[in-house]
T-cell receptor, first 105, second 114 residues
Framework: QKEVEQNSGPLSVPEGAIASLNCTYSDRGSQSFFWYRQYSGKSPELIMSIYSNGDKEDGRFTAQLNKASQYVSLLIRDSQPSDSATYLCAVGERFGAGTRLTVKP | ETGVTQTPRHLVMGMTNKKSLKCEQHLGHNAMYWYKQSAKKPLELMFVYSLEERVENNSVPSRFSPECPNSSHLFLHLHTLQPEDSALYLC?????????????FGPGTRLTVT
């Protein structure tokens, strides 16, 4: 069974802080890694994709991938209340259960 | 708007009914997916179609029957469902090229089985 594990949270950070979201996966052969954001009552929205070891930055978001450790993370800098949502880690087509993030003003 | 539409947005059906969910993508993608999202559970991949051929079926009960008549349309035919099938059903599409396939989701159909 190919699994994707995330801390369910909730994770609460103050506005302006860095939010760190983590994900581990079981399939060593995985090549594609994604982070999706899902607001309550909405469908998942792709925010980051990463395919190679290392960091990938896009605005306030940084995805980090370590294939040897089977670990992928998402950092959100200068967190805003509008970032409050559930963040889903996906490895290929398999999703984790998501981490709920709350950014407090 | 992601370019993926789903109808209906809400559906209430009895266990003996037959209904269909429809998905349409306007992105020119070559793969389409059905996912089930239940409360407090990960997104469950149900079916994958690539170039209109079903390439994955994750042990989904036969009361769910997918159909992909072309690369832009995907249906999920439902019959004799159970109350535990109540969930949000999400359609997604992607342009698959090797290992690169970013998925774009539709708004979902909220299904309630009574």
């Amino acid at each position: 069974q190919k699994e994707v594990e995330q801390n369910s949270g909730p994770l609460s950070v103050p506005e302006g802080a860095i939010a760190s979201l983590n994900c581990t996966y079981s399939d060593r052969g995985s090549q594609s890694f994604f982070w999706y954001r899902q607001y309550s009552g909405k469908s998942p929205e792709l925010i980051m994709s990463i395919y190679s070891n290392g960091d990938k930055e896009d605005g306030r978001f940084t995805a980090q991938l370590n294939k040897a450790s089977q670990y992928v993370s998402l950092l959100i800098r200068d967190s805003q209340p509008s970032d409050s949502a559930t963040y889903l880690c996906a490895v290929g087509e398999r999703f984790g259960a998501g981490t709920r993030l709350t950014v407090k003003p | 708007e992601t370019g993926v539409t789903q109808t209906p947005r809400h559906l209430v059906m009895g266990m003996t009914n037959k209904k269909s969910l429809k998905c349409e993508q306007h992105l020119g993608h070559n793969a389409m997916y059905w996912y089930k999202q239940s409360a407090k559970k990960p997104l469950e991949l149900m079916f994958v179609y690539s170039l209109e051929e079903r390439v994955e079926n994750n042990s989904v009960p036969s009361r769910f029957s997918p159909e992909c008549p072309n690369s832009s349309h995907l249906f999920l035919h439902l019959h004799t469902l159970q109350p535990e099938d109540s969930a949000l059903y999400l359609c997604a599409s992607s342009q698959v090229s090797g290992s690169f396939y970013e998925q774009y989701f539709g708004p979902g159909t909220r299904l309630t089985v009574t």
